[in-house]
């Protein structure tokens, strides 16, 4: 599903009606002949090959010449080549089309170099610009020829095809969480939902209030009710095709063996967060509460490139979206909600809702007895103090599930730290009228938290991303833009192809 601007071709050669030459330069070595100067004229015009680095210059073909420093050869790797694709792509803003050697520079499988830098110039190029009228900030870059000779095409062809699915899908889920609250209610994500189930070939369940309410789904009708806005919980399931017939033939000789890894992802889709009856203080800054459903966006992006990826799992997913509003019928402080599993909760505080409609999607995807879950969610402001826009904090009850999503943290560089799953802390959040309340206080915030979510997992292996920090850029860096980053997306997409059983 194509929502980025940018045409991608592989050639063996360079094409000469770009307008802009794009050439990867080292920190510490001699500079490929085509840049036309040496290291120390590079020198004396403060070019020197720094990571990120660009220098554009005009050439003698009425082309620019943009040189983009790598750093030093040996530590190009993938996450390298992602950020000097980036500042590539930013450094060519102004033209329509690039040729660039890029991807087959950097060290490293060439792959997964190329679908690095695939994946860097898209991210810098895309912008949510539907609601401005000038568009001039957007970049112009339309079309773009990786060179790639010989042998390294085919895998450049492979890595550059992977690096456009999974950057589409990003794009996709950074739109849906920039929108306004009102251009994108629940009621719309999940008929957006449907048409990208529909494109990619995925199956889309919607579920509305009155189905909510009769599934006993008590933390998402709690959090709705202060809404006009009704809500809407969207079930997404994959299965790689020929699954049924592979199953089949291994199903006589051990029925257990033949059923696929299932991994199910929870995302929480607050449309806005205004706190309800808790209400947020007015700083503009909770503008970005816009974007409390950015957990359940990267989720659908995630199930939207299964397919063109040719994922070997089962993935399903859950979507929880509702906003949380204030109003005559909205949940109060000393409200108590039975959740899907059962289990009573007794409001402490409105604006800790994101729990709430997690709890119900956990309990559903535990009725499902997978293999593994994990949940994404923009959950705590507690876990953006302790580990900033950078990185996520990620919990769980099972280290070796843990460890996996680390990993994809890793192999994506999208940052998560791991914070303990401290059963000590689990007291906080007793209460004397219910099983549980639904704050923990002000200490290890993320982590009550997590042991609040824990609850509805029937102890089955599952891992908790805390994306409160890194959901937001206040400026573009890298590949990252300002406002929404729609992170995780590419953490679940490696999650969702790596995911083994134990
Ligand atoms: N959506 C917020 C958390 C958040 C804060 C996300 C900043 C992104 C940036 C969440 O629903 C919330 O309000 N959490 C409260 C919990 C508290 C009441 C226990 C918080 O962190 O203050
Ligand atoms: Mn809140
Ligand atoms: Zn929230």
Same mark, same amino acid.
Do not use: C
């Given at each position: 599903m194509k929502t980025n601007q940018i045409t991608f071709k592989v050639a063996k050669i360079a094409d000469s009606t770009a307008k802009a030459i794009g050439i990867a330069v080292a920190s510490d070595s001699a500079p490929a002949k085509e840049v036309g100067m040496t290291r120390e004229q590079l020198s004396d015009l403060g070019? %020197?090959?720094?990571?990120g680095q660009t220098l554009v210059l005009p050439n003698s073909k009425k082309q620019l010449t943009i040189v983009v420093g790598i750093g030093e050869a040996a530590k190009a790797n993938a996450d390298a080549m992602r950020n000097a694709a980036a500042a590539l792509a930013r450094a060519s803003a102004k033209v329509v089309s690039l040729s660039t050697s890029l991807a087959t520079a950097g060290r490293g499988d060439r792959a997964t170099i190329a679908q690095a830098v695939t994946e860097g110039l898209i991210l810098a190029t895309h912008r949510y610009d539907a609601l401005k009228s000038d568009k001039k900030a957007t970049s112009k870059l339309k079309s773009v020829t990786l060179v790639a000779p010989g042998a390294t095409n085919p895998a450049v062809t492979n890595g550059s095809k992977r690096g456009e699915i999974i950057a589409d899908a990003v794009c996709l889920a950074r739109d849906l969480a920039n929108m306004p609250p009102a251009h994108l209610t629940a009621k719309m994500i999940a008929e957006r939902a449907q048409k990208i189930g529909a494109e990619t070939g995925v199956k889309v369940e919607v579920f509305n209030k009155d189905q909510l309410l009769a599934m006993g789904c008590g933390g998402m009708i709690g959090v709705n009710r202060g809404s006009v806005n009704p809500p809407r919980m969207v079930k997404i399931s994959y299965r790689p095709s020929g699954a049924r017939s592979a199953a089949k033939k291994s199903a006589s000789k051990n029925a257990a063996k033949s059923k696929l890894p299932h991994l199910i992802l929870v995302g929480k @889709?607050?449309?806005? %967060? !205004? @706190? @309800?009856? !808790?209400l947020k203080p007015s700083d503009p800054s909770h503008a970005m509460m816009k974007a409390d459903m950015t957990g359940a966006a990267a989720v659908l992006a995630t199930m939207s490139t299964l397919n063109a990826l040719g994922c070997k799992n089962q993935v399903t997913a859950y979507m929880m979206c509702t906003d949380n509003l204030p109003s005559g019928s909205a949940m109060a402080m000393g409200d108590v909600l039975t959740m899907r599993n059962g289990k009573t909760v007794e409001i402490h505080? *409105? %604006?800790?809702e994101g729990r709430l409609v997690l709890a119900d999607g956990l309990s559903l995807a535990a009725e499902q007895k997978p293999d593994a879950i994990v949940d994404i969610a923009t959950l705590t402001g507690a876990c953006a103090r302790a580990l900033g826009p950078h990185m996520s904090g990620v919990m769980g009850n099972n280290q070796r599930f843990v460890d996996q999503v680390l990993s994809a943290a890793n192999a994506t560089d999208e940052q998560a730290w791991q914070l303990p799953l401290e059963r000590k802390y689990r007291t906080l959040i007793d209460s004397y009228i219910a099983d549980m309340k639904n704050v923990g206080g002000p200490d290890a915030g993320a982590i009550t938290a997590a042991l609040f979510l824990d609850?509805? *997992? !029937? @102890?089955?292996?599952w891992a908790h991303i805390d994306i409160a920090g890194p959901m937001w850029a206040d400026g573009d860096a890298g590949w990252l833009q300002r406002g929404a980053t729609a992170y995780g997306t590419r953490l679940l997409v490696n999650l969702a192809e790596s995911f083994k059983r134990r």
């Open positions: 070019f %020197d090959g720094k990571l @889709g607050v449309m806005y %967060d !205004s @706190g @309800g009856i !808790s505080n *409105t %604006d800790a609850e509805f *997992t !029937s @102890g089955l292996p």
